[in-house]
């Protein structure tokens, strides 16, 4: 039986991202009235909404089976997520830190579509006079670690040499 890839480590960001995005969630739960924003500084709002879709709220209205499509998408993208970092080459850092902010924000986002049937989103950026839709940090944790997967993936950006 072969060792763990030493990349497993990385998981702990993972971790960290669930606890962040619950206790986020609670919070705004608990301190904000659903879609009434609070404004914090210009193009920055607290404003408390529900989403029982994916992203940019796709497939919202769709009448309640794709809490469940989501919810199956995300447990197998989170089992792949992590047998990927498992067999990740030792030096492939980046794509480890990547990967484990990806798995957090799925797993954020599925405790809530299991637990409540919709993701708890209350974070408000404007674009000008627009609004972008409302997220949450396991969203947030989700975006970045897509770019930074697409950079690990240029060639030598990861990588160190062991010459």
């Given amino acids: 039986m072969s060792a763990a890839s030493p990349k497993v480590k990385w998981l702990w960001i993972s971790l960290l991202v669930v606890v962040l ?5 609670q919070f705004a739960e608990a301190q904000l009235t659903p879609h009434q924003a609070v404004n914090l500084m210009p193009y920055f709002d607290w404003y408390l909404t529900y989403n029982t ?43 480890a830190i990547s990967l484990s902010l990806i798995l957090g924000g799925a797993i954020g986002n599925l405790i809530d579509r299991i637990y409540l049937g919709h993701v708890i989103d209350y974070i408000q950026i404007w ?20 770019v930074l997967l697409i950079l690990s993936s240029f060639t030598g950006f990861d990588k160190t040499t062991t010459e």
Avoid: C, H
Avoid at 21 to 25: E, G, I, P, R, T
Avoid at 82 to 95: F, G, S, Y
Avoid at 135 to 140: E, L, V
């Fill in 53 to 95: 879709g994916a992203a940019f709220s796709f497939l919202a209205d769709a009448g309640g089976w794709q809490r469940w499509l989501f919810t199956a998408i995300a447990i197998i993208m989170s089992v792949l997520i992590v047998q990927w970092v498992r067999k990740l080459p030792a030096e492939d850092t980046l794509a």
């Fill in 21 to 25: 995005d619950q206790a986020s969630k």
């Fill in 127 to 146: 674009l000008g006079a627009y609004p972008f839709p409302a997220f949450n940090i396991a969203d947030a944790a989700i975006s970045v670690g897509a």
